[in-house]
């Protein structure tokens, strides 16, 4: 024994007090007041699947907020999720790096507006084709258009006017000059579509080919909006999903917390910061 314990590195006292008195193994921690908690979680889980613990953690902090009770720390809510597996799977895809130096968020609200358009598959075979506009600083769907058919030009130019009209109101033209980031979709980089953007002070901004990060927020919230709200629901027919977009859209406004705004919805962080100057949203 002495000789081996000698090899190893370790303590005969220790090796001897172990095998007399083997250590029981250590069950989970329980606070004594996590009985009330977890039927909120679950009740948040089960409302929203697709949220990990740290959005759950925010919209829990809400609710606490809400009903004058003392906020929770994130670790607590991460333990018990994990303690009755209402965690979500780990993420184990490879994620190809592409370098990008640019920045596409800015610090005030109505600096950079971007958009982007993509397709929600029907069960019936039927698509529905969507287009819509993005802040890049408070992170609001401002508006969007959506077709059975195909997207056109003119859809992107009344998505314009109606955004303008969203962030202030009937006017003809804009306060100050916007930038519009969007892809090299044929009915951005239309000829009407560019000369209506500069008759109402929006600057047309396109990414570069095969640069999907250029318009990193919009590509960002297509795939937030297709995990959270699209494959949750059921998509019968484009009259169906055409007449629920409304409601995703101000839902992820409203209550989706963001890293990005320190876990506020986009609409609850213009509240708590439309006094500042860095988030000028009328």
């Known amino acids: 024994m002495k000789r081996l314990c000698k090899t ?46 740290r959005r759950i953690h925010a919209l829990l902090q809400r609710r606490l907020r ?5 906020a929770v720390n994130h670790k607590r809510i991460y333990r018990l999720m994990k303690q009755h597996g209402l965690l979500l799977a780990k993420h184990t895809g490879k994620r190809t790096v592409r370098p990008h130096d ?9 600096l950079r507006w971007c958009s982007d358009a993509f397709e929600i598959p029907c069960w019936n075979g039927e698509v529905v084709r969507v287009v819509f506009s993005l802040d890049c600083c408070d992170r609001e769907v401002m508006n969007h258009v959506a077709a059975s058919g195909w997207i056109n030009a003119e ?13 202030f109101g009937a006017v003809d033209k804009l306060p100050h000059k ?9 009915y951005y980089l239309a000829h009407e579509t560019v000369r209506f953007a500069q008759n109402i002070d929006l600057i047309p901004c396109s990414t570069p080919a095969h640069s999907p990060q250029s318009n990193g927020m919009a590509e960002a919230f297509v ?38 705004l320190k876990m506020h919805s986009p609409r609850e962080y213009i509240r708590c910061y439309s006094h500042e100057n860095r988030c000028p949203v009328l």
């Open 155 to 167: 859809m992107v130019r009344d998505l314009m006017m109606q955004t303008m009209e969203r962030r």
């Open 223 to 260: 795939k937030t909006f297709k995990r959270d709200y699209v494959y949750v629901n059921d998509l019968p027919d484009a009259r169906t999903v055409m007449a629920q977009l409304p409601k995703w859209f101000e839902d992820y406004n409203e209550h989706h917390p963001h890293k990005g």
């Open 102 to 110: 640019g920045k596409v968020v800015t610090l005030k609200s109505n």
């Open 8 to 53: 190893l590195g370790v303590a005969r006292s220790n090796i001897v007090e172990r095998t007399k008195n083997p250590r029981k193994p250590r069950g989970h921690y329980v606070k004594p007041d996590d009985t009330w908690l977890l039927p909120l979680i679950r009740e948040l889980v089960d409302e929203r699947p697709t949220y990990g613990y």
């Open 178 to 186: 916007i930038e519009w980031l969007s892809d090299n979709g044929k």
């Open 66 to 70: 809400v009903e004058g009770k003392p």
